[in-house]
Antibody, heavy 117, light 108 residues
C-alpha cells in the first residue's frame, strides 16, 4: 500500500523557517517525481514545487521561488521542503504528492503550517 | 500561468441525478493534459480522471471526463450518496501546474 506521511508542520512566526518531511513507502520512491501541493481551507489546491526522481531537476511556483527549497533523499525514501522567510500567506495544509506525468496520483494526509505572530 | 475557472460554484442535486461540472482554461490545453479530483471534508484530494478522459484506478464508470482546447467537463451519472463532495480540475499542459477553484456538489 502506498503511504505518504508528512511531518514538520506547526506554528511559526512571520520571517521564520520550517522544514517539512514526507516519508514514503509502498512504492519505488526513487523512480517517481514528487511534488508539494498546499491548500488553504475553502480554496483550491495550489502546486508549490516538484523534483525529478533523481533530484537533478526542480521547479517552483513563483510565489515561493527563492524562499522554498525542495529536496529528496532516495536512500531514506524521504521528500523535504525547506521553507524560509515565511509569510502569513504561506499558511496552509501542505501535501506530499506523487506525480510523474503532471497529474497528482497519490496524496499524503497533509501537515498544517500556520504563519502568525 | 493558465487560469482555470470552474462552474457552477455549487451544484444542488438529488441522488440518482446526473451532475455536469465545467472547467474553462485561460489558454488552450495541449495534449489533453487535464485532470479532475474529488475532495471530501478532512481528506486529501483524490484523482478521478487524467488525460481528460481516463479514469484512475478504482474509479467507478459513472465518472466521465471530456473536452478539448479550453473547455472541459466532468460528468457524474446517477449520483451516489458518496459522490457529494467538492471537485477540482487541474491542468498539466504548462510547466506551472494549476487547479480550478472547485465546484461543490451538494444534496438538494
Amino acid at each position: 500500500e502506498v503511504q505518504l506521511v508528512e511531518s514538520g508542520g506547526g506554528l511559526i512566526q512571520p520571517g521564520g523557517s520550517l522544514t517539512l518531511s514526507c516519508a514514503a513507502s509502498g512504492f519505488t520512491f526513487s523512480n517517481n517525481w514528487m511534488h508539494w501541493v498546499r491548500q488553504t481551507p475553502g480554496k483550491g489546491p495550489v502546486w508549490v514545487s516538484r523534483i525529478k526522481s533523481d533530484g537533478s531537476y526542480t521547479t517552483y511556483a513563483d510565489s515561493v521561488k527563492g524562499r522554498f527549497t525542495i529536496s529528496r533523499d532516495n536512500a531514506k525514501n524521504t521528500l523535504y521542503l525547506q521553507m524560509n522567510s515565511l509569510r502569513a500567506e504561506d499558511t496552509a495544509v501542505y501535501y506530499c504528492v506523487t506525480g510523474d506525468s503532471g497529474y497528482f496520483l497519490r496524496w499524503g494526509q497533509g501537515t498544517l503550517v500556520t504563519v502568525s505572530s | 500561468e493558465i487560469v482555470l475557472t470552474q462552474s457552477p460554484g455549487t451544484l444542488s442535486l438529488s441522488p440518482g441525478e446526473r451532475a455536469t461540472l465545467s472547467c474553462r482554461a485561460s489558454q488552450s490545453i495541449n495534449n489533453n493534459y487535464f485532470a479532475w479530483y474529488q475532495q471530501k471534508p478532512g481528506q486529501a484530494p483524490r484523482l478521478l480522471i487524467y488525460h481528460t478522459s481516463s479514469r484512475a484506478t478504482d474509479i467507478p464508470d459513472r465518472f466521465g471526463g471530456s473536452g478539448s482546447g479550453t473547455d472541459f467537463t466532468l460528468t457524474i451519472n446517477r449520483l451516489e450518496p458518496e459522490d457529494f463532495a467538492v471537485y477540482y480540475c487541474q491542468q498539466y499542459s504548462s510547466s506551472v501546474l494549476t487547479f480550478g477553484g472547485g465546484t461543490k456538489v451538494e444534496i438538494k
